[in-house]
Nanobody, 121 residues
Framework: QVQLVESGGGLVQPGGSLRLSCAAS????????MGWYRQAPGKQHELVAD???????KYADSVKGRFTISRDNANNTVSLQMNSLKPEDTAVYYC???????????????WGQGTQATVSS
């Protein structure tokens, strides 16, 4: 019914930048909060950043000042600009969206398939 497709992962050196993008498509009536989570090997799944429909944002302390989340409500997309990357940012990054689906108008939560970001010299 609803798909989240991520792009933009890859390999970058410490101090470099990556931009992740996620597009939500399908039977979407309304998209509420969208966000990015990550999971590094041996670590728990954690919130990186999220953003409401009105643009209010929340960031993990570890990424504040380095990452910026943004969204395009008209196109149901969310992006994560990651600057000053560190080796500890290496993880699989997952897009998440809270969506009211058609025709039931039930509010559901969806995940993307994940995209790998590796920070290494």
């Amino acid at each position: 019914q609803v798909q989240l497709v991520e792009s933009g992962g890859g390999l970058v050196q410490p101090g470099g930048s990556l931009r992740l993008s996620c597009a939500a498509s399908g039977a979407i009536a309304i998209t509420y909060a969208m966000g990015w989570y990550r999971q590094a090997p041996g670590k728990q799944h954690e919130l990186v950043a999220d953003i409401t429909t009105t643009g209010s944002t929340k960031y993990a302390d570890s990424v504040k000042g380095r990452f910026t989340i943004s969204r395009d409500n008209a196109n149901n997309t969310v992006s994560l600009q990651m600057n000053s990357l560190k080796p500890e940012d290496t993880a699989v990054y997952y897009c998440n969206a809270d969506v009211k689906v058609m025709p039931t108008m039930i509010r559901l939560n969806y995940w993307g398939q994940g995209t790998q970001a590796t920070v290494s010299s």
